[in-house]
Each structure stands twice: as C-alpha cells, then as structure tokens.
C-alpha cells in the first residue's frame, strides 16, 4: 500500500485533513510561521527553509505505519452502545502530570513496557510506551517490527497489521527514505526515528476500553557526513483505541492528526556530526504517568 491508499482514518475531522495523506503523523505540511529575522550580527542565523519534496519524502515512512494501522483495523469503529460509565476527563482541562504512588508500569515485554494498572492512568501510560515504539528506528527492520506488533497490538488484530507492514515496507519504499533496500543504514550514517510524547489525554474511559490522545514531537531522517536526507522535526497527535486483553491495555485501532505544532524558534540546527553521535549518546525513556 502506499502513503495515499488510506484517507479515512477515524479521528481525521478533530484537526487533520483526511483528503493529504501526508497531513497526518510525521507529515510536513504544516502551517509555518516565519518571523523577522534579527540584524546582520545575530549569532543564530535562521536555518533555510528545506524543500518540501524532500522532507515528505523522509517522513513519509511514519505516514505508512499508520496508514496500516488504520486499514488493518478498520471496521472495528466505536462501540453505539457504549457503557453509561463513558466520560470525557479531557471536557474540564488538562490533568497534572503528578505521582499517584500507583506504579505505572509492572513489567517488559520484551523492550517494551507491559503490566499497565487497569485504570485511566494505565490507559495514558501503555499509550505513550506504545507510540515510543511503534515510532522507533526497530520499526524498520522485520524482526524487530514484529516483536512491536506482537507487544503493543491486540491478538485479534496483530497479524493483518504485521501483513499490511510488510507488504509497506518494500525494497522500493526503503530506498526512497535513503535507507538500503532491506532496511538497513548506509554505511557512515545514522538512521534516527523517535517519537517524544509531550502529553496525554484520556478521550473515553470504560472498564476494559480507553480512547486516549497522545501528543508527539518526533525526529526522522539519516544523520552523518554527506546525508542527503537530514533529520528534520515534526508533530502530531495519536488517537489510540485500547483494550484489556489478557491482564494488560493493547491497541485495537490507531489514528492520528498533524500537529498541534509550536512556532519555529531560532536554536541553531546542530551539524550532521552532532546529530549522530546524540542519537547513539542519548538512549530513549520509558514513559509512564
């Protein structure tokens, strides 16, 4: 499938445009703002603007994962029946980022967290671990992506996805990101996919069911000497439907909107040497409200 094949994700009317497949997780078309630039002498000058080709072409790959998320699981849409106990916790603002002495996370799943209490707070915690993942370089390689799936998905789902991604995942696809055709970096770079959630909101919340927005800052591209694709920065907002399936939260449907994305600042943009050896310095969080 490609990046185009999916325009109807659930969740698209609260911010993205359902019609731009690259308006969505890791698209590049948001709105910018461009302010003044300072006098001659300002010690930071402002980096120039990339082409745009370029930057769908690298972020284009996060599209691809959950355009197969989407069509993986699509049908299951919302319950109308849903349980009396549905609220909406997000309707009275945000909720502080506080301990509750309640451990958020039990146990591993191999890299990934598992054991989420069966609560709000749970719910909030599996979907940031989940997004960490499922927004990971590991994410490119089959092996790897597998074990992802297996630990964050929902059994009855799980298989179509790992389907789906695989047939995504192409010689062809891989090559248009700059990466080698199984996956794997060129030599002398650096492959970098991070996803950093920046916030939780808890959508709807019934006994063994969640619906819970996970906002996301994210890096994508190849950092090193003569790296035609370089890292660029990115963010949008992950709608993650949950179940409790054998003790624990799993995804059973994923969507997501672009955004909602700060005002450039004028921090200088750190050289492809930098960048490299921050991605192998500076290891990832397992997140947990």
Partial sequence: ????????????????RGDDPYST??????????????????????????????????????????????????????DDTASPTTKN??????????PTGTKPVQGKN?????????????????????AVALGSAEMFIAESRQSII????????????????????????????GLNDDGST?????????????????????????????WCTGLVGLAGQGSTKPVTETWFTISQELRWVGDDWKISSSSQAEGPTPVNGDNRASTADEMAAAVDVYGGFTYAR
């Fill in 1 to 16: 499938m490609s990046p185009g094949d999916e325009h109807d994700f659930r969740g698209m009317d609260q911010g993205g």
């Fill in 150 to 177: 297996q630990a964050t998905h929902d059994p009855a789902v799980a298989q179509k996805l790992q389907d789906d991604l695989d047939t995504a995942y192409s010689p062809a696809f891989y090559k248009n990101v």
């Fill in 110 to 130: 191999g890299t990934i967290a598992s054991g989420f209490a069966h609560d709000e707070q749970g719910a909030q915690s599996a979907a940031a671990n989940y």
């Fill in 186 to 214: 060129p030599t002398g770079l650096t492959f970098v996919s991070r996803t950093v959630p920046v916030g939780t909101k808890v959508v709807k919340m019934e006994k063994d069911a969640a619906t819970v927005e996970v």
């Fill in 25 to 78: 997780l890791g698209g590049t078309r948001q709105t910018r703002t461009r302010l003044p630039d300072g006098d001659a002498g300002h010690p930071h000058a402002r980096r120039p603007v990339r082409n745009s080709r370029s930057l769908i072409t690298i972020t284009g790959v996060v599209v691809l994962l959950i355009a197969a998320i989407a069509f993986a699981n699509r049908g299951g849409g919302n």
């Fill in 89 to 98: 916790p997000g309707a009275a603002g945000s909720a502080p980022t506080a």
